[in-house]
């Protein structure tokens, strides 16, 4: 127990002045002074003047300052006790029932086997965009197994806009449609975890529809949005985005002429067909006449500076839900348009003037970006049924001064004061870069649908057959047409009947000889005709041989009366004829 302090005054000790007297006020003070006042400390206390008396020293002390540093105190021990039985009672209750987090019984993957969807060419031209994919089902409960009661995916199409009729309305501002729906399962079905569960998917984006969309107003996504559920009612979702993009393929250039009356001016510009929201293109721009000649003067129209820009037009119409159907008239809408800048440059030099020529001319060249600051994001031209559209401008401003010279002295210019600011607007088409990609129609094999029935048919009468239309099949009615014999030849039977074959007109036809054969009806002995082939090759090199002269076709020997035979050897390719006899 701290000891009391006691107050002496002089040396004696009056009743009046005890410690206790003294003490008892000190605490009445401290009571009064300490009503809603708590110090609670971990530490034991210094040994230090109370309280009250510390006040009493230091009357000066900001009172305020103080009760503000006890309440944060007494507020930070209070969280900390909490926070301390709290987790004590956390700690208490995980010992007796721990807590088990739900795990999925399953989960989906998507796998697009087909490449980036690409409509190539306009709505009215492009056949479409292939998508083909594979969806893998992994089972990932504890029993390795897994029964689904329905499977089911969905290919589609959410139209979001920014400008809805009712402010904060998911059913204004939203609407969702579904192009494709794949039925997976008919009936119930287990799938186990060591099995391959996949499940092939295949659909062709009509060319008609609008690509993927972000532009000022609305919003058109593409996803694929697969939906299984369990025999215990828990669902498996997986949402897969999907881009579609156009690409439409480039062409001539584009050339327009615009004429500014009550002036001879007029402007030729050269534009390319399409144009990418990366990356910039060139222009090509003339004026034709800026010079008006008189009798003794002539007027000149010289460009002072030369601006323009790029323009993004968006349109949306806001169809409002039933809910708030009252703000619009019945069975209408409501129309948004904004209109930004997205790329911009003056050019104030560049040109050349030829005033020398008749009317005179200027001529330039430059390029121009539809996006020249990075923030800027152009969104590509589309035009949807559900009213969004997106389109792009070029907008050129020309400043040109009159000038007065006269024909005697042309460098002797005067400006006049007159200027007209001259302004032109094209339609830009923006879109997306085809690249080296091309239809799928054209990179696929042909399938059996596409296949024509085997023989191929001559046509028909029908026209609206196609490349096979418009046939007609006719009798012949004309002269009798010329057939020419065919000549009889030879045969290797010498017992068979003649076979015809094709005149050789202009070349004299010869019998074939007969193959020799043994004659033993003479009574010398056997005897041997000679063969009407090659003669023997025996002994003669490959040298010899291609430097060997033409073959001669022997005739068979004949025999005379007098038992003595006699060889003809006829030579067909000098034409002339010799006997030889054997002895």
Not at 363 to 376: D, L, P, Q
Not at 487 to 493: A, I, L, Y
Request: aromatic share 6%.
């Amino acid at each position: 127990m701290p000891s009391r302090i006691q107050i002496h005054h002089g040396t004696s000790t009056s009743p009046r002045q005890a410690p206790s007297t003294v003490n008892d006020v000190v605490n009445a003070l401290h009571r009064k002074l300490t009503a809603n006042h708590f110090e609670i400390s971990s530490n034991p206390p210094s040994r230090r003047p109370s309280f009250s008396m510390d006040s009493l020293l230091h009357p000066k002390k900001d009172k305020k300052h103080e009760e503000l540093k006890d309440r944060d105190s007494r507020n930070q021990k209070r969280l900390s006790l909490t926070g301390r039985h709290a987790s004590k009672s956390k700690d208490r209750a995980a010992g007796h029932s721990p807590r088990v987090v739900a795990t999925q019984p399953g989960r989906f993957e998507m796998v697009i086997e087909s490449p980036p969807l690409v409509l190539y060419g306009t709505p009215s031209t492009s056949t479409g965009a292939l998508l083909s994919g594979r969806l893998k089902l992994l089972v990932d409960d504890p029993t390795r197994e897994l029964r689904l009661e329905k499977f089911t995916m969905v290919l589609r199409a959410t139209i979001t806009t920014k400008k809805p009729v009712g402010k904060d309305c998911k059913d204004c501002s939203e609407r969702i449609d579904d192009i494709k729906k794949w039925e997976f399962l008919s009936e119930p079905k287990t799938f186990y975890a060591g099995d391959d569960n996949q499940f092939p998917y295949s659909y062709l984006f009509p060319g008609h529809l609008p690509a993927s969309t972000q532009s000022q107003l609305a919003t058109i996504q593409y996803s694929l949005v697969a939906t299984a559920t369990t025999s215990h009612g828990e669902k498996i979702v997986l949402n897969h985005p999907l881009t579609l993009s156009r690409a439409i393929q480039p062409g001539p250039d584009k050339s327009s002429i615009r004429i500014f009356p009550p002036t001879n001016l007029t402007g030729r510009v050269q534009l390319p067909p399409i144009v990418h929201p990366i990356g910039v293109f060139p222009i090509t721009m003339s004026m034709s006449g800026v010079v008006e000649k008189r009798a003794e003067s002539q007027i000149r129209w010289r460009l002072r500076k030369m601006a323009w820009r790029i323009e993004e037009h968006s349109k949306v119409i806001s169809t409002p839900c039933s809910k708030h159907a009252h703000k619009v008239s019945e069975g209408k809408s409501i129309l948004h348009s904004e209109t930004r800048v997205l790329g911009n440059d003056e050019l104030k030099g560049g040109w050349k003037s030829d005033f020398d020529t008749i009317g005179g001319e200027i001529t330039m060249e430059f390029e121009a970006s539809v996006a020249t600051k990075s923030g800027h994001r152009a969104t590509c031209d589309v035009e949807s049924a559900t009213g969004i559209e997106v389109k792009h401008n070029l907008v050129l401003e020309l400043i040109v001064a009159e000038e007065f010279c006269p024909n005697k002295n042309p460098s002797l210019v005067t400006p006049t004061g007159a200027a007209r600011v001259l302004r032109m607007q094209f339609g830009l088409v923006v879109t997306e870069r085809a690249g080296m990609g091309i239809s799928w129609d054209e990179e696929m094999p042909p399938v059996y649908e596409d296949v024509p029935p085997s023989p191929p048919g001559y046509g028909s009468s029908d026209r609206n057959d196609g490349a096979w239309g418009g046939a007609i099949m006719e009798d012949y009615h004309g002269p009798e047409l010329e057939y020419e014999d065919l000549e009889t030849m030879h045969s290797q039977n010498p017992h068979g009947p003649p076979s015809p074959r094709t005149s050789n007109t202009g070349l004299p036809m010869r019998d074939r000889p007969h193959n020799s054969t043994r004659d033993s009806s003479s009574g010398e002995g056997p005897s041997r005709r000679l063969s009407p082939v090659r003669r023997p090759l025996a002994g003669l090199t490959n040298d010899e041989l291609g430097a060997e002269p033409p073959q001669y076709a022997l005739r068979p020997m004949n025999e005379s009366r007098d038992g003595q035979q006699h060889s003809s050897v006829e030579d067909y390719g000098e034409g002339t004829s010799s006997s030889a006899q054997r002895g």
